[in-house]
């Protein structure tokens, strides 16, 4: 089953290198990006941003050295050794990101080449989406 836009993300319960999450639990009434990429450091660097927008970061990781990335990593990392979440999400590509709304519903799927995600482009697509949201 692939999870498509619209769709209610679905809920799991995962270790992360930071410990144990249950998705639906931790995301509370925040949006959410769950991503998959290599790049966990590109996306914290750009932490304060995802503050402002009220956004909580997940990354996704089947190598157990994902979390090794240095400072920049300030988030929890999925420890996906198994490929449950992956599959879970359908995020099969080298790096997928998943925009998940405070109602839990999956607003965006993007898929990036090369292991390599735009988070500045998911946050202007975040800002856009927001920017409707307050507008209806």
Not at 27 to 37: A, D, E, N, P
Not at 53 to 60: N, S
Not at 70 to 83: E, H, K, L, Q, Y
Not at 101 to 128: N, S
């Amino acid at each position: 089953m692939t999870v498509r836009q619209g769709d209610l993300a679905p809920d799991f319960e995962q270790d992360t290198y930071n410990g144990s999450i249950r998705f639906h639990e931790w995301i509370g009434r925040s949006w959410c990006l769950l991503f998959s990429t290599s790049e966990l450091a590109a996306a914290g660097r750009l932490k304060a941003e995802w503050n402002r927008r009220g956004v909580k970061l997940v990354g996704l990781s089947a190598e157990a050295a994902a979390a090794g990335q240095g400072s920049d990593v300030n988030f929890p990392v999925i420890a996906d050794t198994d490929r449950a979440v992956a599959a879970l999400y359908g995020m099969t590509e080298p790096a997928v990101a998943c925009l998940i709304d405070p109602h839990r519903r999956v607003r965006l799927m993007r898929t990036y080449a090369a292991d390599r995600c735009d988070f500045d482009e998911m946050l202007r697509l975040l800002d856009g989406l927001q920017c409707d949201d307050r507008s209806s």
